[in-house]
Every structure is written in C-alpha cells, then in structure tokens.
C-alpha cells in the first residue's frame, strides 16, 4: 500500500508511534489534546498539518452515520475527522489512523481506507441499532419504546453485515 497522507484522531497522536512525512489532523482533535504529554508528543511530530473539515462532507458524513447508526457513537470531532478523511480520500490516497470503532465502521462505509493504532481494526461493516431494554422492540428513533415506555439501548446489530 503506498500510502502518502496519514489522517489522525487523537489516540494516533497520543500513541506517539506515527512520524511520517506527511500527516494531518483536524483543529478539534488537537483541542482534545489538553494534556502536557499529548502536547509535547505533538509538537515533536512537527510535520502534522492542521485544517477545518469542510460542507458538504460534513453533512455526508453525519447522513452516512445515521444510515449506519454511528451517529449515537460519533462525537463532533470523530464527525469532522471523518469529513476530512472523506474530503481528501477524493484526490488524494490517503490512511486514517483510528481504534475507534464507530469511526472505522463509517470509514468503511465511505471506502476511506483506515487502519488501527493498537487494537485489532474491525474487518467487515457492521450496523447499530437501538433495542427496547423492555420489550426487544427494535426502535427507529427518540430513547424511549413507544410501544412498552421503557428505555433502549444501543447494540451491534447482528448478520448485519456488508
Ligand atoms: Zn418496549
């Protein structure tokens, strides 16, 4: 794989195991960053671009997570790294550095190519969905059954798979 733009959440930085030509993060992930040893792990990685994810791709990103059910597990800064990754995926061959899951499920969705930091990265796609802790109803949107009132909860969809 001949990879030439290296895309990192906050756990790539944090693992201070990347220093290749050419990497680059977003400005919210560096916010996530606040500690002493996050911030000096960076500073050596000197070469780490830094720019705002961009509409459309933003808005692609969160309509691909509702399809999946990511969205429930994505925070803002996974949305906008993933916006990032799909906006330079397009020109550029790019890798996204990433344990996390939801973000690599997305990714996956998106044929943005990833690979983990630490942890085994997933293989296949796999969707969410929100079960009832009640009834087991499967519950297409809000947090409360509307057939029995309780709570859902959010799980791995099984044999759901692409
Ligand atoms: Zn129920």
Redesign the pocket.
């Known amino acids: 794989m001949c990879v030439t733009l290296w895309i990192l959440d906050a756990t790539a930085i944090i693992s201070g195991r990347f220093n290749y030509s050419r990497m680059m993060t977003i400005p919210e992930i560096l916010e996530e960053l606040k500690d002493e040893v996050s911030r000096i792990k960076l500073e050596l990685m000197a070469n780490v671009r830094v720019e705002m994810a961009r509409e459309p791709f933003i808005s692609q990103i969160i309509e691909i997570a509702k399809e999946t059910g990511d969205i429930h597990k994505l925070s803002d800064s996974d949305i906008r790294l993933l916006a990032k990754a799909l906006e330079l995926h397009k020109k550029n061959q790019i890798c996204l550095l990433t344990d996390d899951y939801s973000i690599q499920n997305v990714a996956l969705y998106c044929n943005i190519p990833f690979m983990s930091v630490a942890k085994k990265g997933i293989s296949k796609g796999f969707k969410w969905e929100k079960i009832?802790i009640?009834?087991?109803?499967a519950v297409t949107s809000g947090d409360i059954?509307p057939?029995?009132?309780?709570k859902v909860s959010i799980r791995r969809k099984k044999n759901e798979i692409r």
């Open positions: 009832c009640g009834c087991h109803t059954c057939v029995c009132g309780s």
